[in-house]
T-cell receptor
């Protein structure tokens, strides 16, 4: 079972470059999420998609855009990367229902110089 | 705004001993869900245990159990018979107001010594 697959696993960008992080899940989950993890900050929600066709801002959406391409795929785009966006990015998905746990991908380590 | 607070940035325990990780949260909801996730050095996020707020009975999963105090808004994780493989960062999380996403604490790094 692949679960949640994120690509790429590592990436280095220069300031001002654009980049799309890809996420796909094979569990037929309705909801998908993008988080960023920074030292001492825990995981902070960037955007989420409660169901196909909908997206909502999380705690730290500035500088990012998302696309829910279909039920399986949820991408995160940095239009003009900034050093403050250096982070580890996690994608997650879950079934409908507040009690359902989120299943996470392995993360993407993104460095912006 | 909802918050989840983990007041212990680092904890340590010896093998076979018991350790308790603290978590408090702030929510105005009466029905919500709480989770503990483990993140080992591999960076994976692994679900450890979950608790439904309307259930008074504390959740248990093998060596992992919680002490859920709803009135105090406290959700601590107890790890019994600690093993070297328990060394990781542990995150506490609570569902948000709409029940559509999770609010995470900043994490507690647990080290286990032999």
């Amino acid at each position: 079972n692949a679960g949640v697959t994120q690509t790429p696993k590592f990436q280095v960008l220069k300031t001002g470059q654009s980049m799309t992080l890809q996420c796909a899940q094979d569990m037929n989950h309705n909801s998908m999420y993008w988080y960023r993890q920074d030292p001492g900050m825990g995981l902070r929600l960037i955007y989420y998609s409660a169901s196909e066709g909908t997206t909502d801002k999380g705690e730290v959406p500035n500088g990012y855009n998302v696309s829910r391409l279909n039920k399986r795929e949820f991408s995160l785009r940095l239009e003009s990367a900034a050093p403050s966006q250096t982070s580890v990015y996690f994608c997650a998905s879950k079934e409908v229902g507040s009690n359902q746990p989120q299943h996470f991908g392995d993360g993407t380590r993104l460095s912006i110089l | 705004a909802q918050t989840v607070t983990q007041s212990q940035p680092e904890m340590s325990v010896q093998e076979a001993e018991t350790v308790t990780l603290s978590c408090t949260y702030d929510t105005s909801e009466s029905d919500y869900y709480l989770f503990w996730y483990k993140q080992p050095p591999s960076r994976q996020m692994i679900l450890v245990i979950r608790q439904e707020a309307y259930k008074q009975q504390n959740a248990t999963e093998n060596r992992f159990s919680v002490n859920f105090q709803k009135a105090a808004k406290s959700f601590s994780l107890k790890i019994s018979d600690s093993q070297l493989g328990d060394a990781a960062m542990y995150f506490c999380a609570c569902t948000n107001q709409a029940g559509t996403a999770l609010i995470f604490g900043k994490g507690t790094t647990l080290s286990v010594s032999s």
